[in-house]
DNA sequence: CCCCGCTATTCCGAGAGTGGAACGGCGTGG
DNA sequence: CCACGCCGTTCCACTCTCGGAATAGCGGGG
């Protein structure tokens, strides 16, 4: 099964050959908005994997300054490998937040709207069972029957703890309307847009070059 | 450093004895609140680390059905390690959606309001420094400069992934925002919190137990 | 003049996590 | 009676990820 951090450094290759350096430069950037991030490291690692692989070659090409950097482009395979990704099935992560969802939808969306629009429904549909089927944290804390109690403190720590925990679910709760809510107003978009451009076509942008540098938001 | 699962098995050891199985039932019901999960394999596997480092011991617990189940229960070690990583200092996570936060929150509950206001304030910091460093997707998409451009396909085609990238770039801008006014209110009651109880004292609470079974949420 | 930051890549050890599968006995509902 | 779900543990082969350090030359600011 592909990685996540295959499918990033294939759809970045997709428009267009691309250094280590830039792929680090890119995530370092936007990667929030994927919820992914990466160690230098292991995005070299990546690359190398992507050639051993026969998905992508790299050439030399030398800078003014430091050693050469290495070019990685795409082969044919590496393409056909990233567009039989786009059509394999699409299966929600057990974790709202992980950035299975969001590297999807990124990196599908040469295919226009009806693809994304697709992709926003099945999450959507995910998430609000998932929602359904959540068990409150005070039962966990509470506890309902057998087991007597070994020394709990004073009501008042009982009660604090409980409070504690509360907050937090308030937390996952939130988060979880939050993304359940922004599911539909993309789905409404979208479905907007495919009633509009019905058909679609692929395309390559760019990364952020050197012009743009500046400071890489760590 | 303690990891994750490391601090989870040692906080709920810390509230009695439990077996494997506690565990991980555990984490399928409640771990939605921490945005973790963990595979069957880890946990045992987390267990054995606990009792190499001597900060854990088993001992059998013979069951009417199946095999015997193992009962860990915490050293005097075990529970020296926990708090010493409750005192340890906390830094936040690049990532905002990492249970590194949550994690820290309900396991550090024990020590009262004081403590827990301190670590959200902490978070809350941190995120708004990062909500402010963001840098726009879209300038990752359009480039600013010095590539002469490929082959961009028609402007439809620039257009509509644009709008594609900034649908999902607002995901990451709700999500965070979202995040941050959780942080404020949960600050506010807790400092009213803090206010009213200043003396924190540590009190143990259960797993779910065997009478409030059923489905195990996933 | 010196230090810092940017470009650019490489290497490595360690262990965390994935994604199953296997086994067995109990109780329950159909 | 049979199937299924619950309880409970174990094993495995990877692969991914973490974290840091090392190297090097250039340009700019103080």
């Given at each position: ?96 937040m ?25 999450e ?12 409150p ?31 937090l ?50």
């Amino acid at each position: 099964m592909l990685q996540k951090l295959d499918i990033i450094t294939l759809g970045l290759l997709r428009q267009g050959p691309h250094t280590g350096y830039d792929v680090r430069r890119w995530l370092n950037r936007y990667g929030w908005a994927l919820g992914y991030s990466a160690q230098t490291s292991q995005i070299y690692r990546q690359l190398g994997r992507l050639v051993e692989r026969g998905w992508a070659a790299s050439t030399p090409d030398p800078r003014g300054s430091g050693p050469d950097a290495k070019l990685y482009a795409l082969t044919e395979d590496g393409r056909e490998a990233f567009e039989a990704w786009v059509d394999s099935p699409y299966q929600p992560a057990e974790r709202p937040m992980d950035p299975d969802f969001q590297v999807r939808m990124y990196f599908s969306r040469h295919r226009g709207p009806a693809t994304l629009l697709e992709l926003v429904r099945m999450e959507l549909r995910f998430r609000r069972a998932q929602h359904d089927r959540r068990v409150p944290l005070d039962a966990g804390l509470i506890g309902t029957g057998t087991g007597p109690r070994a020394d709990s403190g004073d009501a008042d720590d009982a009660a604090w703890a409980l409070e504690a925990s509360l907050l937090l679910e308030s937390r996952g709760r939130l988060l979880a309307a939050t993304l359940i809510a922004w599911l539909e107003s993309a789905e409404d978009r979208l479905a907007h847009l495919a009633a509009a451009l019905p058909a679609p076509s692929p395309s390559p942008d760019p990364l952020p070059d050197s012009a743009s540098r500046k400071a890489e938001t760590r």
